[in-house]
């Protein structure tokens, strides 16, 4: 099963759409909160996938980014429910858009490291971890009135 990279970064970057928000200080400190763990995330599999020389270290990374977005999801999908005004990129609060340009560079980043990782797909490891990430993204698309995949990337 091919993991196709654009679809992944469209579900990634609408649960970070979604949770795009201003500060601490605002209502929306839940979601700033959750918006930096899943920016962290995507930082740490960037850099995992950067460093990473061969097919072993490309799964290694994918494997642990698969473990940390099991953990992050149902708290995406948490705040996603909380905040609907969030739905609409055309729409978003004036404080919401302040931290966009921290999301554009972590998804960037992510999608750079995903074609770099596609390099290795054939390798039984590397295969297998996309296919796990593959599995999981279609669940947390999947999840009740959760539908992730109406987010794209241009």
Not at 71 to 86: N, Q, S, T, V
Not at 114 to 125: C, I, L, S
Not at 143 to 148: E, H
Request: aromatic letters at 6%.
């Amino acid at each position: 099963m091919e993991v196709c990279v654009k679809n992944i970064i469209a579900i990634f970057a609408g649960v970070l759409l979604i949770m795009s928000v201003v500060s601490c200080e605002s209502k929306y400190a839940d979601a700033v909160r959750s918006m930096d763990g899943q920016i962290n995330i995507m930082n740490q599999f960037s850099q995992a996938v950067e460093k990473a020389m061969d097919a072993s270290g490309i799964a290694a990374a994918i494997r642990e980014f698969n473990t940390n977005m099991t953990r992050h999801i149902p708290e995406a999908l948490r705040i996603r429910g909380k905040y609907p005004e969030f739905a609409d990129p055309e729409k978003l609060p004036e404080e919401v858009t302040a931290n966009f340009e921290k999301l554009s560079s972590a998804a960037v980043r992510f999608e750079a490291a995903m074609t770099k990782a596609q390099n290795w797909k054939d390798d039984p490891g590397v295969k297998a971890a996309l296919e796990d990430l593959a599995t999981l993204m279609g669940m947390s698309a999947s999840a009740p009135g959760q539908d992730m995949r109406v987010f794209s990337v241009p």
